[in-house]
């Protein structure tokens, strides 16, 4: 009984080290308009493929770009593979964080930029992708590595991300009821009972407040 009891305390801790690390990644990744910049995400079309989806993209997370405002845009830069790549965005009519037009250049070349969705980060911005940067596989493989954090969950979407938190919700809910059980296995049946409540309420707690995480973060693909 003490080894099983060993064992469910291990495993909760380690439970605890994951999840702290998940939701360490997920706030990482995350988008935050309009303190980091005013768009959700620029994403690099690969030019492997001319499908969009998030396995044929590679994620420029917004707070990797320092950004001014004049009056009529937005300028933002960053660094890619060593040469700045800039982003210019005319602001839109009704809500600013809605460009109308967007200008980029890498390095001294103007290159491809297209509007492909609106997000919520948390509020409501564009997200764009640029195309024609000249970057080799290898240099692509670099900047995914750079922002892997982004890159993994973005590119997981809530297809991925909502059974990964609920995965998280039923095991903490199984721990929690084995650990109850066997602690108070004097009481007889009556700790079995009261273990999967405990167990069922703190699983259903987790489950409800990743997913207003994940709504929150909105870490998904493009709305």
Same mark, same amino acid.
């Given at each position: 009984? %003490? %080894?099983?009891?060993?064992?469910?305390?291990?495993?909760?801790?380690?439970?605890?080290?994951?999840?702290?690390?998940?939701?360490?990644?997920?706030?990482?990744? #995350?988008?935050?308009?309009?303190?980091?910049?005013?768009?959700?995400?620029? =994403?690099?079309?690969?030019?492997?493929?001319?499908?969009?989806?998030?396995?044929?993209?590679?994620?420029?997370?917004? *707070?990797?770009?320092?950004?001014?405002?004049?009056?009529?845009?937005?300028?933002?830069?960053?660094?890619?593979?060593?040469? *700045?790549? =800039?982003?210019?965005? +005319?602001?839109?009519?009704?809500?600013?964080?809605?460009?109308?037009?967007?200008? /980029? +250049?890498? !390095? #001294?070349?103007?290159?491809?930029?297209?509007?492909? !969705?609106?997000?919520?980060?948390?509020?409501?911005?564009?997200?764009?992708?640029?195309?024609?940067?000249?970057?080799?596989?290898? %240099?692509?493989?670099?900047?995914? %590595?750079?922002?892997? =954090? /982004?890159?993994?969950?973005?590119?997981?979407?809530?297809?991925?991300?909502?059974?990964?938190?609920? =995965?998280? #919700?039923?095991?903490?809910?199984?721990?929690?009821?084995?650990?109850?059980?066997?602690?108070?296995?004097?009481?007889?049946? *009556?700790?079995?009972?009261?273990?999967?409540?405990?167990?069922?309420?703190?699983? +259903? +707690?987790?489950?409800?407040?990743?997913?207003?995480?994940?709504?929150?973060?909105?870490?998904?693909?493009?709305?």
């Amino acid at each position: 009984m %003490q %080894q099983i009891l060993f064992l469910t305390r291990f495993a909760i801790g380690l439970w605890i080290v994951l999840f702290s690390t998940f939701l360490f990644l997920l706030f990482e990744a #995350a988008p935050n308009v309009p303190i980091y910049a005013p768009f959700a995400q620029i =994403a690099i079309q690969s030019p492997s493929s001319s499908i969009i989806s998030p396995e044929n993209s590679i994620y420029l997370p917004n *707070s990797s770009f320092t950004c001014t405002e004049t009056g009529t845009e937005f300028q933002c830069k960053t660094s890619i593979q060593d040469r *700045s790549l =800039a982003i210019n965005l +005319t602001k839109g009519t009704e809500n600013k964080y809605f460009g109308t037009t967007c200008n /980029a +250049t890498y !390095g #001294a070349k103007q290159i491809i930029c297209k509007n492909i !969705g609106g997000n919520y980060a948390p509020i409501t911005s564009d997200t764009y992708r640029i195309e024609d940067l000249a970057l080799t596989f290898e %240099q692509l493989q670099s900047v995914k %590595q750079k922002y892997w =954090a /982004a890159n993994l969950l973005i590119g997981s979407g809530e297809g991925a991300l909502i059974p990964i938190s609920a =995965a998280f #919700a039923l095991t903490i809910g199984i721990l929690t009821a084995c650990s109850v059980i066997f602690l108070n296995n004097r009481w007889g049946k *009556s700790s079995v009972g009261l273990g999967w409540g405990i167990g069922l309420g703190l699983g +259903t +707690t987790v489950l409800i407040s990743m997913y207003l995480v994940l709504n929150l973060l909105n870490l998904g693909w493009i709305d």
